[in-house]
């Protein structure tokens, strides 16, 4: 399994950004992916998740700013980031459940992680 993001980079407070994970070996729909986050100093956070139905989680922080969504044709997971903030700076990362798993914001749901993209709100 291979999880390439991309997306990342260098915006101002109010800004806009969208990442993208491509899944190589791994059938995005077939079961739960997520976004984490890392801030330097910070412990990794589940920023979202989204199972295999559609049902989609967020941290409280990012609720009504933030989308997770699947592209099950280019088998690619998204996060588009709105009205992006300051506390928002960290290295983002993609990860992947295995078939059957549960799912949700619990890094331990997850057997398969990107090699993230950093997001800088400045």
């Known amino acids: 399994v291979q999880l390439v993001e991309s997306g990342g980079g260098l915006v101002q407070p109010g800004g806009s950004l969208r990442l993208s994970c491509a899944a190589s070996r791994y059938t995005v729909s077939s079961a739960c992916m997520g976004w984490f986050r890392q801030a330097p100093g910070k412990a990794r956070e589940g920023v979202a998740a989204?199972?295999?139905?559609?049902?989609?989680r967020y941290i409280d922080s990012v609720k009504g700013r933030f989308t997770i969504s699947k592209d099950n044709a280019k088998n690619t997971l998204y996060l588009q980031m709105n009205n992006l903030k300051h506390e928002d700076t960290a290295m983002y990362y993609c990860?992947?459940?295995?078939?059957?798993?549960?799912?949700?914001?619990?890094?331990?749901?997850?057997?398969?992680w990107g090699q993230g993209t950093q997001v800088t709100v400045s």
């Open positions: 990860a992947a459940a295995p078939v059957g798993a549960g799912c949700g914001l619990n890094k331990d749901y997850f057997t398969h």
């Open positions: 989204i199972d295999s139905a559609g049902w989609t």
